[in-house]
């Protein structure tokens, strides 16, 4: 059985920066790629970024996003995170980290086994 559990989430303001985590256990992320999603209220679930188990990143190519976030993880601590800088108020959204042994279609959610429960983010402008 894979458990992942996100933590770090929050209300913070526009320009703050914000690290999630996910922490997972029952396997090692050494062979479980990694993803971050986000869902908004009234709005579709959209990928955030990716890592897959053998540390390959992938991090959604749109304006969004890009240069803004980024994913890492620890394999001692057998958690991924996920950096958020210069957070904007679009940002505002519930963040689920989701495990599988996908190595493509890293963006689509249905790819994904494994969910979190998600953590909160609030950006306020």
């Known amino acids: 059985q894979v458990q992942l559990v996100e933590s770090g989430g929050g209300l913070v303001q526009a320009g703050d920066s914000l690290r999630l985590s996910c922490a997972a256990a029952?396997?090692?992320?050494?062979?479980?790629?990694i993803g971050w999603f986000r869902q908004a209220p009234g709005k579709e679930r959209e990928f955030v970024a990716a890592i897959t188990w053998y540390g390959q990143v992938q991090t959604d190519s749109s304006d969004s996003v890009l240069g803004r976030f980024t994913i890492s993880r620890d394999i001692a601590k057998n958690t991924v995170y996920l950096q958020m800088n210069s957070l904007r108020a679009d940002d505002t959204s519930v963040y689920s980290c989701?495990?599988?042994?996908?190595?493509?279609?890293?963006?689509?959610?249905?790819?994904?086994?494994?969910w979190g429960q998600g953590t909160q983010v609030t950006v306020s402008s």
């Open positions: 989701a495990g599988g042994r996908l190595v493509v279609g890293l963006e689509s959610a249905r790819a994904y086994e494994y």
């Open positions: 029952g396997r090692n992320i050494s062979i479980l790629s």
